[in-house]
């Protein structure tokens, strides 16, 4: 067989059979819409992208078998994808992969399986981009160093279809000759570590020790690990992880140690349409697989037995989801504690009172930022809701209402490549763009200070004047159309009576630009220069005399 862990070959789904490694390395061959959901559910084909993709193949199975001359009973070909969608509840890769291929049943087998085929040759690019993304996130966060990581469970070409997620990215790391070693969870009950993830990685030479899953914080605490990356079987829209069991514990125990938990998995495996991973269904499994081993009896007869396949960890103890379109999502906890630490800054140098003011960090395609109507000078990580950047809307009921300006935030990440936005009230520069016209300008000329705004012209900056709207969702049009049809505009901007919104590419440089524009603007009042402000096209300058 070729480097994919799946092949159509004649009419038939070719594969490893997972359960004879590493001692045997046999090939299954399914060629029945039966035989490929045993294969799943026996853990024969295993992985939410493996089985998702084999659960294509079924659906090509099933719609050729009922199809006659050529006509294709529909009906019962819908309802053997239906048995096959539900043959591992928790994984969210396999509903979604029957769900798009079964659209094509009625243009027969033929169509079914170029999908399905089209769907595989996606799955070895999305699993590089991922691992590629994964590995610059790690470097990022643990850099100058070799690196010893510590994974869970298999997560290589034998779980997806090739090259792997979290796998994928030692590999990518491997490659850059930044992998000292690699912490092998063996991954009870059925130990899909010990068996498949150090089968792989010996097969791409990478340095590796196996170790008990119950090992793994002492490994922590003793500074044998750098970095924790593991897979997903589903990310829920707020950040929550179902992925093997064992996972949780591991995700604590980083927390507890410092250690970057990072996430790997394609975007098929993110569920935006469940809110949080109270929703997911986590599979329980036969007895037997803890009750014994290898047909061995290790417990007394007729133990009882807890034995789920998968557990859900919160999103505030995941550092990172990356996924082929970059990190999707960033702990709220650690971006909370930021917000909350830099809230109470401003609160203090009386630029945040009372409950004015807000901040936001970008997380993929959702940002957290500051909950309504909460006194900065007592904000709390707790204190902060995540919203789509899509639309501004909560991903969920998350007890709390986001920040009245967050559709300003949310335009700003909309336009722009920002990674962070502070919204703040300082005096001088509030009370300048308060005396400006509506959609005015501000221009400020010949200081040093113009440099920190991060602009190209060191001498002279332009910064938009917005009207203060009573509806603050049309102030954050305003924004949006004015940073679209300028996309060279200054990452600061004013809102008349409403304070400095700057963005950057994180908090520490949101916060600069706007101290910078606050300087300004008080070096412009206490100098005594002209401060009339005109429309954008019709403007008096602002500074030295």
Known sequence: MDDSSLVWDDGALV?????????????????????????????????????????????????????????????????????????????????????????????????????????????????????????????????????????????????????????????????????????????????????????????????????????AAWAMATGQVDCVLVGADRVTANGDVANKIGTYGLALAARH?????????PESTRDLSMATGREIVVEERASAEVTGFGGVATAPAHTEVFNPAFDVTPAELVTAVVTEEGVVHRSDRSHGAEIAD??????????????????????????????????????????????????????????????????????????????????????????LATRSAAHGTLRITDYELIKGLGGDDPAVANIPVFPNWPEVPRIGADIERYLLDHPDALPVLVIAGHGI??????????????????ALCELVSRTGSAAAIGSRDDFLEIGLT
């Open 342 to 431: 830099l809230a109470r800054e401003l609160y203090r140098r009386g630029w945040m009172p009372g409950t004015a003011g807000n901040i936001s960090v970008r997380t993929g395609d959702t940002a957290v930022i500051t909950g309504s109507g909460l006194s900065k000078g007592e904000l709390t990580e707790g204190d902060m809701v995540t919203v789509r950047i899509a639309d501004s809307a909560p991903v969920a009921d998350q007890g709390r209402r986001p920040s009245a300006e967050t559709t300003i935030h949310t335009a700003v990440y909309r336009t722009r490549p920002a990674q962070a936005v502070v919204h703040i009230h300082p005096p001088f520069a509030t009370a």
């Open 501 to 518: 919104t700057a963005w950057g590419d994180d908090l520490a440089q949101a916060r600069d630009r706007a101290e910078c524009l606050e």
């Open 257 to 265: 140690h410092g250690i970057p938990f990072v996430v790997v998995a």
């Open 15 to 215: 594969t490893i059979d997972q359960r004879g490694l590493p001692h045997e390395v046999r090939e299954l061959r399914l060629g029945t819409v039966d035989q490929v959901i045993d294969a799943i559910k026996t853990l024969a084909i295993r992985g939410a992208p493996a089985i998702g993709i084999a659960g294509a193949f079924g659906v090509v199975l099933a719609t050729a078998a009922h199809t006659v001359d050529g006509v294709v009973d529909e009906a019962a070909a819908q309802a053997e994808a239906d048995r096959i969608a539900a043959a591992r509840p928790t994984a969210v890769n396999l509903a979604w992969a029957v769900r798009r291929v079964r659209a094509k049943v009625g243009r027969g087998a033929d169509a079914v399986l170029a999908e399905t085929l089209d769907m595989l040759a996606e799955d070895g690019r999305v699993n590089r981009a991922a691992a590629t993304n994964a590995a610059d996130l790690v470097q990022r966060l643990c850099p100058d160093r070799p690196l010893r990581v510590l994974t869970h469970c298999n997560t290589g070409r034998l779980a997806t279809s090739a090259f792997g997620t979290a796998i994928g990215t030692l590999r990518v790391l491997s490659e850059r000759g930044a992998i000292e070693q690699v912490l092998v969870d063996e991954t009870r009950p059925l130990l899909q570590g010990a068996r498949l993830t150090t089968w792989e990685l010996a097969e791409a030479g990478i340095p590796h020790r196996l170790t008990i899953d119950s090992a």
